[in-house]
């Protein structure tokens, strides 16, 4: 992307979301999902993404929660969420993003979203430098909807998340 149009978009972002996009990207963007947007379907059609490359990823250091933070319903619904927790991991999707897409994506997250920089290592081991997202407050932790819970589950199972933690997402407890 042009270092000028680069800014504007910066700008917009700090503007609309409160967040500060780093100063230069690298091109293109590792971005790791752990929510919802590992799913497909939702993240190419809803999201209008198209990524050049998509891989099974862990995270190490945080777990899974759902945080009364923010989605379509704030307080009642519980989007997904990462802590810090040391020796414990996430899975998701790591996508590969040209800068046009990470600059969409990042203006579509929600203000309650922070950055996290971290090495993220793939189901070969590699490790690659990888942006995500967590909720920059404590919040309390709540209970992701039915229809939220089946998109994580949709996607940990087309997405062939290892089975270990496709069984703790069957185990979450959708609210009622």
Request: overall charge positive; glycine content about 8%.
């Amino acid at each position: 992307m042009n270092p000028l149009l680069w800014s504007l978009v910066r700008q917009l972002i700090r503007l609309r979301r409160g967040r500060q996009p780093p100063a230069s990207l690298q091109e293109p963007v590792w971005y790791f999902a752990y929510g919802s947007n590992m799913n497909e379907r939702l993240f190419r059609k809803r999201r209008h993404m198209v990524w050049q490359d998509a891989r099974v990823a862990r995270l190490d250091g945080y777990r899974l929660v759902f945080s009364r933070a923010g989605g379509r319903y704030p307080g009642l619904s519980a989007p997904a969420n990462i802590v810090e927790a040391p020796g414990e991991s996430v899975y998701g999707v790591l996508y590969l993003l040209p800068p046009r897409k990470f600059a969409r994506l990042d203006n579509s997250e929600g203000k309650q979203y922070a950055y996290v920089w971290a090495d993220v290592e793939d189901a070969g081991g590699q490790r690659t430098p990888a942006m995500t997202y967590k909720v920059a407050d404590t919040v309390p932790e709540g209970q992701p909807s039915q229809q939220y819970l089946d998109l994580l589950r949709e996607a940990a199972h087309q997405r062939g998340l290892p089975a270990n933690y496709r069984a703790f997402l069957d185990r979450v407890e959708a609210r009622e």
